[in-house]
C-alpha cells in the first residue's frame, strides 16, 4: 500500500505539485499521466525514496520512505527507470542479478539458491529467458526495457514503479509491456506507473492519476476519467471521444481548436466508432 | 574461470621467480634456491636474496596490485576508462610535498612520510572540492584532480628550476621517474598497513561496485548507499596510491591499463575483477622492474620510463587487435 499524505513536490525550490493526497492498493495498476514537466516523474521519483517531497509524507506499507534506511526501503520499492547506461559487457543475467541486492549483507558475494530461482522467474515473467546469456548491448530497445524490467522484479518487492516504460517502444513492445504490467498488478503487486498515452493507461490501467495544475486533478477509474474535462484540463487541448464497440471510451487531442470538444460524462454523447474504427470489412 | 586465476597465480609466481634470478649480480636458480631454503645463512648470495631482491619483489608486488587495484576501484566508481589512481591527486601532491622537503633540505628518510601525509591530504582536498551534498559528484572530482594535479605539477616544477645544485633536481627527478632502487623490508613494513587497510576497504566495495555498473539511480534503488560506497571507494584508493607512490615515486601505466586487460580476460564483476587486477598489476610491476635493473645493469632504468615505452605500444596492439577481432 502506497500512500500520499498531503506531498509537496519542488524542484531546485520550484514547486511543481501541492497537498497531494492519495492510495494506491496492493494489486493495483495506476497509471500517472500529465504534461510534461508536471512533475510525474519526480513525483514517482519521490515514492522511490530518491527525492525528498517538499512537505507531506510518503508512505509504503505504513513506513515513511524517507526515513526507511536504503537498504529497507530496496526490499519494499522497485524503480524501473528507462535511462540508458554504458554497460561493459554485461550479461542479460548478470544485469538482472543485481536486483538481488538488496537480499545479501555486504560480504555475500554469490547467489544463492533464492536468488538464482527470483532471478529466472524475472525473466521468464518478461520473456527474456532465452537469451539471459546474451551482451547486454546486443538488445534492442523493447529488450532492454524488459531487462530493466526484469531487475525490478529481481528485487521481489511488493511495489513497482516505473517511469515511462513504453517509451521509444514501437507498439506491439508497448502493448506487450503494459500487458505484462497488468499481469504483475493482477498477482499482487502495487503497479504505478508514468505514461504519456491517454489511451495506453485506459486500456491496461485501473485507475489513472491526472496531474496538472500543480495538483492532483483526479485518481479514478481510466472512463470517468476520460469521460470528464480533466484531459484538457490537464494538457489544454481540445479533445475528441470515440466509444468504442466494448463501450470504452478513448480521447485523441484535436488540431483544429476546441469546437468539437465533447466534455462531460455520459456514453451516449459520443459517437459510435465506425466500421473501420472496430477492424470490420466495410459491407 | 578457475582455469584463468590459477594461469595468473602461475604468471605472478613465475614473475617472482624470475625477477629473484635477474639483477646486477648473476646468480644461478641453484644460488636462489640454496638462500630461500637456508635463510639463515651467512654470504653474499643470502644477503643479496634476502636483503635486496626479496623485499624489492615484495615492493614491487605491492606496488603493482594497489594501482591497479585503485585504478579499478575508481574507473568502476566513476565509470570511466580514462581514469587512473592519480586522478585523486595523490602522487601530484606527494611529489609536490617531495620537492619542496627535498628543497628544504629534509633528511632522506623523513621524506616518504612526508609524501604520503600530502598524499592522503590532496585526496582529502580533492574529495572536498568534489563534495555534492553528502555524496561526491564524478565530474567534479575529475575537474579538481585534474586542476590540483597541474597545479602541484607546477610546483615540481618550480622546485626542479630553483634547485640549487644538480643533486636536488635529480633526487626529485629520479622520484617523479618511479624505482624501487634502495628500498627494503622496512619500507614495506611502513607501507602495509595503509595497503592492508586500503585492500580490505576494497573488499568491502565488491557488490556496490557491482550494483553500480547499471548507473547511480539504479544501484540506489537496489539498496546501495552509493554516497557512503564513493567515500569508501575513495579512501581506498587514496590510502593504495599514497602507499604505491610512497614506495616507488611515479609509477604511471599500471593503474590505468591493467583494469583494462583485466576486463577483457575475466569480465566486469568486481568480484573476479579485483583480485585479477592485483594479480596482473603485481606481475606486471614485477617483471617491469626485473628488467629495469637487467636491461643497463649495474645502473638501472626508471620503472615508469620502461613502463611507458614498452607498455603503452603493447596495450595499444592488444586492445585494438581485439577489437577487429570483435
Not at chain 1, 470517468?224 to 478513448?250: C, F, I, N, Q, T
Not at chain 2, 553500480?212 to 579512501?235: E, K, P, S
Request: charge should be neutral; proline fraction near 4%; glycine fraction near 10%.
Amino acid at each position: 500500500m502506497i500512500e500520499l499524505r498531503g506531498v509537496d513536490v519542488a524542484i531546485a525550490g520550484r514547486t511543481l505539485l501541492e497537498s497531494l493526497d492519495a492510495r494506491f492498493a496492493p494489486g493495483e495498476l495506476v497509471a500517472i499521466l500529465g504534461r510534461n514537466g508536471v512533475g510525474k516523474t519526480t513525483l514517482l521519483r519521490a515514492i522511490a525514496g530518491l527525492h525528498a517531497p517538499a512537505g507531506g509524507s510518503i508512505h509504503v506499507d505504513g513506513a515513511d520512505v524517507t526515513r526507511l534506511a536504503v537498504m529497507q526501503r530496496a526490499l519494499r520499492v522497485a524503480f524501473v527507470t528507462s535511462d540508458d547506461v554504458l554497460l561493459d559487457a554485461l550479461r542479460v543475467r548478470d544485469v538482472v542479478a543485481i536486483g538481488r541486492f538488496p537480499h545479501h549483507r555486504w560480504w555475500q558475494w554469490h547467489e544463492q539458491a533464492a536468488d538464482d530461482t527470483a532471478i529466472d522467474r524475472a525473466l521468464d515473467a518478461v520473456g527474456i529467458a532465452a537469451f539471459a546469456q546474451r551482451l547486454f548491448s546486443t538488445l534492442s530497445s523493447g529488450e532492454r526495457q524488459r531487462v530493466w524490467i526484469a531487475l525490478g522484479l529481481a528485487q521481489a518487492t511488493p511495489v513497482l514503479l516505473l517511469d515511462e516504460p513504453t517509451s521509444h517502444l514501437d507498439l506491439r513492445v508497448a502493448h506487450e509491456i503494459l500487458g505484462l504490467l497488468r499481469t504483475l498488478a493482477s498477482e499482487g503487486k502495487s503497479v504505478v506507473c508514468v505514461l504519456h498515452d491517454l489511451n495506453d493507461a485506459a486500456a491496461y490501467a485501473d485507475r489513472i492519476v491526472l496531474l496538472g495544475e500543480g495538483r492532483l486533478l483526479c485518481a479514478d477509474a481510466p472512463d470517468a476519467v476520460l469521460a470528464s474535462d480533466l484531459p484538457e484540463r490537464a494538457y489544454g487541448v481540445a479533445m475528441e471521444r470515440v466509444r468504442l464497440h466494448d463501450a470504452r471510451l478513448r480521447v485523441f487531442g484535436t488540431t483544429s481548436g476546441s469546437k468539437r470538444l465533447n466534455a462531460g460524462g455520459g456514453g451516449g454523447r459520443y459517437p459510435e466508432p465506425s466500421r473501420a474504427d472496430r477492424g470490420e470489412a466495410p459491407q | 574461470m578457475t582455469w584463468r586465476f590459477a594461469g595468473l597465480i602461475v604468471i605472478v609466481v613465475a614473475a617472482a621467480g624470475a625477477s629473484l634470478l635477474v639483477g646486477g649480480t648473476s646468480l644461478s636458480l641453484r644460488d636462489v634456491t640454496g638462500a630461500l631454503a637456508h635463510p639463515h645463512f651467512g654470504g653474499a648470495v643470502n644477503a643479496i636474496v634476502w636483503q635486496l631482491r626479496l623485499p624489492r619483489i615484495c615492493i614491487a608486488a605491492t606496488v603493482g596490485a594497489s594501482l591497479a587495484l585503485c585504478g579499478a576501484l575508481l574507473q568502476g566508481m566513476l565509470r570511466n576508462p580514462l581514469v587512473d589512481p592519480y586522478l585523486t591527486g595523490v602522487s601530484a601532491g606527494s611529489a609536490a610535498a617531495i620537492a619542496i622537503a627535498v628543497l628544504a633540505g629534509v633528511a632522506a628518510p623523513f621524506t616518504p612520510g612526508i609524501g604520503f601525509v600530502a598524499g592522503l591530504g590532496a585526496a582529502l582536498l580533492v574529495a572536498a572540492l568534489a563534495r555534492r551534498g553528502s555524496g561526491i559528484d564524478a565530474n567534479r572530482l575529475i575537474l579538481a584532480g585534474v586542476s590540483l594535479s597541474t597545479l602541484f605539477a607546477a610546483v615540481v616544477t618550480l622546485a626542479i628550476v630553483r634547485a640549487q645544485s644538480n643533486d636536488y633536481a635529480s633526487a626529485i627527478v629520479a622520484w617523479l621517474a618511479g624505482s624501487m632502487a634502495g628500498r627494503g623490508w622496512h619500507d614495506l613494513a611502513t607501507a602495509a598497513p595503509y595497503v592492508a587497510a586500503g585492500a580490505v576497504l576494497s573488499v568491502w566495495a565488491v557488490s556496490p561496485l557491482n550494483a553500480l555498473r547499471v548507473g547511480d539511480v539504479r544501484a540506489r534503488t537496489v539498496g546501495v548507499d552509493v554516497d557512503r560506497a564513493q567515500w569508501i571507494i575513495l579512501a581506498s584508493s587514496s590510502l593504495l596510491a599514497a602507499s604505491s607512490v610512497v614506495l616507488a615515486g611515479m609509477v604511471g601505466f599500471i593503474g590505468l591499463i591493467v583494469p583494462h586487460i583485466a576486463r577483457r580476460l575475466v569480465g566486469s564483476d568486481a568480484r573476479v575483477l579485483l583480485p585479477a587486477c592485483a594479480f596482473i598489476g603485481a606481475a606486471l610491476c614485477m617483471i617491469a622492474d626485473a628488467v629495469c635493473r637487467w636491461v643497463v645493469a649495474p645502473a638501472e632504468l626508471p620503472i615508469g620510463v620502461l613502463l611507458a615505452f614498452i607498455g603503452v605500444p603493447a596495450f595499444l596492439y592488444l586492445y585494438l587487435h581485439g577489437e577487429r577481432a570483435r
